[in-house]
Every structure is written in C-alpha cells, then in structure tokens.
Nanobody
Framework: QVQLVESGGGLVQAGGSLRLSCAAS????????MGWFRQAPGKEREFVAS????????KYADSVTGRFTISRDNAKNVAYLQMSSLRPEDTAVYYC????????????????WGQGTQVTVSS
C-alpha cells in the first residue's frame, strides 16, 4: 500500500505559477513511476505528466508541454509539478498517482491515488 497526499494548490492569476507536491508514504521501497492527472468540473480525468522512478524520463500532455515540469526527490518520497504560465483552462483538481511505467497516460494503469488538490486560475 502507498498513501499519497497532494498539496500546493490554490488560487492564482493567469500567467502565474504554482508548485504542487505529492508526498508518498507506506511501501515507498517499491520502484514506481509517478503521474499527475487533473479533472475539471464536468470533464474526464486527464493525464498531465509522468516521471520514471529514476527521474530520468518524463512525459507530458501536449496542453502543458513547455509550461509544466514534473520532478521527484526519492530521498524525500516526494514528487512535484511545477506549473508556470498558468491559464484559466488549467483550473482543475490535480491528482498524483503511481504506476509501473511513466509511459502510461491512461488512468487505468495507475494504482494508488491521492485525494487531489484544487488549482484555480483566474483570468
């Protein structure tokens, strides 16, 4: 079992930045990839970014490429999502989750999930 807790969400103006954190506890000895997803009201949960266990490989949704950066610190059992140049369409609840491979973009491949953190971008 792995428990995930997201933090760092909030209200920000368009063009601003936020850094989300995902703290893992429990069976953190397993070498899992981490992913970030988001879900806006009335929409499906969508893939945002993922990172391999080593941190050497990453994957991004087209909508956030060049604006968001995923990273992780395995010594602290924390993953991050640095978000810059935020847009109103980035408004959503952001979730982190674990998977066997960073290449997965389908939520069905992610096993453990956090409760989410709200990000609201005002225009």
């Amino acid at each position: 079992q792995v428990q995930l807790v997201e933090s760092g969400g909030g209200l920000v103006q368009a063009g601003g930045s936020l850094r989300l954190s995902c703290a893992a506890s429990g069976r953190t000895d397993s070498k899992y990839a981490m992913g970030w997803f988001r879900q806006a009201p009335g929409k499906e949960r969508e893939f945002v970014a993922s990172i391999s266990w080593s941190g050497g490989s990453t994957k991004y949704a087209d909508s956030v490429t060049g604006r968001f950066t995923i990273s992780r610190d395995n010594a602290k059992n924390v993953a991050y999502l640095q978000m810059s140049s935020l847009r109103p369409e980035d408004t959503a609840v952001y979730y982190c989750a674990t998977a066997l491979s960073y290449q997965y973009t389908n939520r069905d491949h992610y096993r453990y999930w956090g409760q989410g953190t709200q990000v609201t971008v005002s225009s």
